[in-house]
């Protein structure tokens, strides 16, 4: 689709690579034209969140489907008209919210639980999604039943393999808008008993894989000018938990990357943002590291109903769409804001 775009103010050409190629038609005295073709909506929104941060001010929006092409008046500021889906989110939401509809999601851990219901989820909305796991025959049976999806085989503990599964985001949908930082794996036990190769491996996955996965990501919603990170820690960290010191250490340390993350990126458009699921129905228990037996028990001894993955997803979508710091589904008397 061919855009014409023309705003208030003085753009300076060294802007231009922010605004996806988009040339700068004609300047006038206070007004500048911008014109070009975007290759969807997500790059729409893109475009006018640069406009709203750098102070400018949306006058109108005309498209085509060819240059020179018969145009359509979308917005005006004459005629107050819009026929662009959620355009309001621009100017009434703040700079860093986030359209799920036609947004590139990369998901780690979607083979199942959270992130299994967060590709649902974001689907729905009208996501475009890079579903990135270990278990190859889950995402793919996933991506099947999803509208835009891809199935990308993926160890996030391998750089190579993170590299690899970004690159093919790249190629299929020319543009990630959305990160979703949730592969993760428990450990169990007392401290006196906690395996150092076990622990090591906990960190591996659980901070070290976050860390890899958003520089791998941050150079191309740098180039973007805006962008979504969400990183899954957990709820045991919110309040001490006798046998999960190993596990809640690493999710410790993912949430404080998380919050640094964030205001290092602060002017940069992208937000990142972080997620606090309590107990959860998945296959946590079962993908546990070391000592099942015992994180079973703990489980148990709770009289506290698993939260469905479903409500941790819609939380994270949440997230995505505010640009908020944070979200927890922790019960109050664990250190949490949840009284569900």
């Given at each position: 689709?061919?855009?014409?775009?023309?705003?208030?103010?003085?753009?300076?050409?060294?802007w231009q690579d922010r605004f996806w190629g988009l040339?700068?038609?004609?300047?006038?005295?206070?007004?500048t034209l911008l014109s070009g073709i975007l290759p969807d909506q997500a790059a729409l929104h893109g475009v006018l969140l640069q406009i709203t941060r750098l102070g400018l001010v949306l006058l109108s929006l005309e498209?085509?489907?060819?240059?020179?092409?018969?145009?359509?008046?979308?917005?005006?500021?004459?005629?107050?008209?819009?026929?662009?889906?959620?355009?309001?989110?621009?100017?009434?939401?703040?700079?860093?919210?986030?359209?799920?509809?036609?947004?590139?999601?990369?998901?780690?851990?979607?083979?199942?639980?959270?992130?299994?219901?967060?590709?649902?989820?974001?689907?729905?909305?009208?996501?475009?999604?890079?579903?990135?796991?270990?278990?190859?025959?889950?995402i793919a049976q996933l991506a099947d039943e999803l509208r835009e999806a891809i199935a990308v085989r993926c160890d996030v503990t391998d750089a190579d393999q993170v590299a690899k599964a970004v690159q093919t985001a790249l190629e299929t949908f020319g543009r990630i808008d959305v990160l979703v930082n949730n592969a993760g794996q428990g450990l169990q036990g007392q401290i006196d008993e906690i395996d150092p190769d076990d622990f090591r491996a906990i960190l591996d996955l659980n901070?070290?894989?976050?860390?890899?996965?958003?520089?791998?990501?941050?150079?191309?919603?740098?180039?973007?000018?805006?962008?979504?990170?969400?990183?899954?820690?957990?709820?045991?960290?919110?309040?001490?938990?006798?046998?999960?010191?190993?596990?809640?250490?690493?999710?410790?340390?993912?949430?404080?990357?998380?919050?640094?993350?964030?205001?290092?990126?602060?002017?940069?458009?992208?937000?990142?943002?972080t997620m606090y699921p309590f107990i959860t129905a998945t296959e946590?228990?079962?993908?546990?590291?070391?000592?099942?037996?015992?994180?079973?028990?703990?489980?148990?001894?709770?009289?506290?109903?698993?939260?469905?993955?479903?409500?941790?997803?819609?939380?994270?979508l949440d997230l995505i769409r505010t640009g908020a710091e944070r979200a927890d589904l922790v019960p109050e008397q664990y250190g949490g804001t949840y009284r569900g």
């Open positions: 689709m061919h855009y014409r775009i023309r705003i208030q103010g003085h753009l300076d050409p060294g040339c700068i038609e004609q300047q006038e005295t206070g007004t498209t085509s489907e060819a240059p020179g092409g018969q145009e359509k008046s979308v917005f005006s500021t004459q005629t107050k008209k819009t026929g662009l889906s959620r355009l309001s989110y621009v100017s009434t939401q703040g700079e860093n919210n986030m359209n799920i509809d036609g947004a590139v999601m990369l998901i780690t851990g979607a083979s199942s639980g959270i992130g299994a219901a967060t590709a649902r989820a974001a689907s729905r909305d009208g996501a475009r999604l890079v579903l990135a796991a270990r278990r190859e025959e889950r901070l070290v894989a976050p860390l890899v996965t958003m520089q791998a990501v941050l150079p191309i919603m740098r180039k973007q000018g805006v962008g979504s990170i969400v990183n899954v820690s957990s709820g045991t960290i919110l309040s001490v938990i006798p046998g999960t010191g190993a596990y809640s250490a690493s999710k410790a340390g993912l949430a404080t990357l998380s919050a640094v993350a964030r205001a290092e990126l602060a002017s940069t458009g992208i937000a990142v943002s946590f228990l079962e993908s546990i590291r070391a000592d099942h037996e015992s994180a079973a028990r703990l489980e148990s001894s709770n009289s506290l109903q698993p939260q469905k993955p479903d409500q941790v997803a819609e939380a994270i």
